[in-house]
C-alpha cells in the first residue's frame, strides 16, 4: 500500500509559478512509476507528467511541455512538479498518483491540491 499526500498549491496570478510536492508512503518508492494528473471543474482528469520508475525517463503532456518540469528525490520519497508561466487555463486540482509497472493503470492516488490562477 502506497499514500500519497500532495501540497503547493495555492492562488497565484499569471504568469507566476508554483511548485507542488508528493510525498509518498514506503520503501521501495524508485520502483514506481509517478504521475501528475489534474482535473478542472465539469472537466476529466487530465495527464500532466510522469516519472518512469527504476531510472526512467520524465514524459509531458503537450500543455505542459517547456512550462512544467516534473522531478523525484528517491531519498525522500517526494514527486515535485514546478509550474511555471502558469495561465489561468491551468486552474485545476492537482494530484500525484503511483503505480509499480511502467505500463497499466495508476494504483494509488493523493487527494489532491488546488491550484488557482487569477487573470
Known amino acids: 500500500q502506497v499514500q500519497l499526500v500532495e501540497s503547493g498549491g495555492g492562488l497565484v496570478q499569471a504568469g507566476g509559478s508554483l511548485r507542488l510536492s508528493c510525498a509518498a508512503s514506503?520503501?521501495?518508492?524508485?520502483?514506481?512509476?509517478m504521475g501528475w494528473f489534474r482535473q478542472a471543474p465539469g472537466q476529466e482528469r487530465e495527464f500532466v507528467a510522469a516519472?518512469?520508475?527504476?531510472?526512467?525517463?520524465?514524459t509531458y503532456s503537450d500543455s505542459a511541455k517547456g512550462r512544467f518540469t516534473m522531478s523525484r528525490d528517491n531519498a525522500r520519497n517526494t514527486v515535485y512538479l514546478q509550474a511555471n508561466s502558469l495561465k489561468p487555463e491551468d486552474t485545476a486540482v492537482y494530484s500525484c498518483?503511483?503505480?509499480?509497472?511502467?505500463?497499466?493503470?495508476?494504483?494509488?492516488w493523493g487527494q489532491g491540491t488546488q491550484v488557482t490562477v487569477s487573470s
Open positions: 498518483a503511483a503505480k509499480y509497472w511502467s505500463a497499466g493503470a495508476y494504483e494509488y
Open positions: 514506503g520503501r521501495t518508492f524508485s520502483l514506481y512509476t
Open positions: 516519472s518512469i520508475g527504476r531510472g526512467g525517463s520524465t
